[in-house]
Nanobody
Framework: EVQLVESGGGLVQPGGSLRISCAASGFTFSIYGMSWVRQAPGKGLEWVSGINSGNGRAAYADSVKGRFTIYRDNPKSTLYLQMNSLKPDDTAVYYC??????????????RGQGTQVIVSS
């Protein structure tokens, strides 16, 4: 059974940093692309960042480029999102998603339960 379990969310002040994690199980993590998406209160899902398997090539939404870094630890089957210079607009539930192929931009077939990030003073 595929499981994606996010953790590390919380309350952080504007300008602060936070790292969230996604522990994966039930599939061969290293061969699939992975992504982070988020949902702000009252809004739809927004893609944030994706990373390929193999070459580890990453991509970012313009809204987070230069502030967020996605990376993966294949031996630990864990996906990370390092978030720096956080803004109130980054407040959202963050979900990790599993791609159906090796690249992050293929359709996702699984999503975790999410972790809440609140950016507020």
């Amino acid at each position: 059974e595929v499981q994606l379990v996010e953790s590390g969310g919380g309350l952080v002040q504007p300008g602060g940093s936070l790292r969230i994690s996604c522990a994966a199980s039930g599939f061969t993590f290293s061969i699939y692309g992975m992504s982070w998406v988020r949902q702000a209160p009252g809004k739809g899902l927004e893609w944030v960042s994706g990373i390929n398997s193999g070459n580890g090539r990453a991509a970012y939404a313009d809204s987070v480029k230069g502030r967020f870094t996605i990376y993966r630890d294949n031996p630990k089957s864990t996906l990370y999102l390092q978030m720096n210079s956080l803004k109130p607009d980054d407040t959202a539930v963050y979900y990790c998603t599993k791609s159906s192929r090796t690249t992050w931009d293929a359709p996702a077939d699984y999503r975790g339960q999410g972790t809440q990030v609140i950016v507020s003073s």
